[in-house]
């Protein structure tokens, strides 16, 4: 089948029983993000991977791909675009839910910096939880905003880098406040020297909680 978006697969060699979705961050791609499978696939046998590239090409990198336009500094504009993305996701999500008989329960979404943040709204957005998020280096797109349309609580690790200049630490701390008010099963870990990517431990931590989850 060919995806709404252009995606990178990797199945396994087992019976497929779950999927993990891995959006990229802001001028990445697919590719990019799917380095994670090759450690990750070996402790998640019957997992297949999806890495789709974002549905817009970057306007600072034109070989890299984004969810929403940062170009213009206004809230309102990001959570217009944010929210176009949220809607090609979730198609993108059903697509996937249909050609391999799966439900949300049995889908993980993780993503980095603007993925992240992506897949927080996902979490929080969809007509069911998933079975959990995993996002890095990201944050809450507009608290005001999402709080109006909260309709499932899916469980969600947090993990940010404390010398990250691009996502303030803090937006961790700002998330974690806002889920646990909102009564989200959330774990956060902030890791020590390390900047705006995905170190070893954060990949290390980020498997054994999805690992958790996905094979309960």
Request: overall charge neutral.
């Amino acid at each position: 089948m060919k995806f709404s978006l252009d995606t990178k697969i990797i199945k396994p060699d087992n019976n497929i029983k779950n999927a993990l979705i891995l959006l990229h961050g802001y001028g990445g791609d697919g590719n990019d993000i799917s380095t994670l499978t090759l450690n990750w696939k070996r402790f998640l046998p019957e997992t297949i991977f999806f890495c789709p590239n974002g549905h817009e090409t970057c306007p600072i990198n034109p070989n890299g791909f984004q969810w929403f336009n940062l170009e213009k500094d206004d809230p309102s504009y990001i959570i217009e675009e944010s929210i176009k993305a949220e809607k090609k996701l979730n198609y993108f999500i059903n697509e996937i839910k249909s050609e391999y008989k799966l439900n949300n329960s049995k889908i993980c979404i993780s993503g980095f910096s603007q993925g992240c943040m992506m897949s927080i709204n996902l979490g929080l957005t969809a007509e069911e939880n998933f079975n959990s998020i995993v996002g890095f280096s990201g944050k809450i797109i507009d608290k005001e905003n999402i709080l109006k349309r909260i309709k499932s609580k899916t469980k969600m690790l947090l993990i940010h880098g404390d010398e990250d200049v691009v996502v303030p630490p803090s937006s961790l701390l700002e998330a974690k406040d806002f889920l646990i008010r909102n009564k989200i099963n959330i774990e956060t870990k902030m890791i020590k020297n390390c900047g705006h990517h995905i170190s070893i431990e954060a990949s290390s931590i980020a498997l054994n909680y999805i690992k958790k989850n996905l094979y309960i």
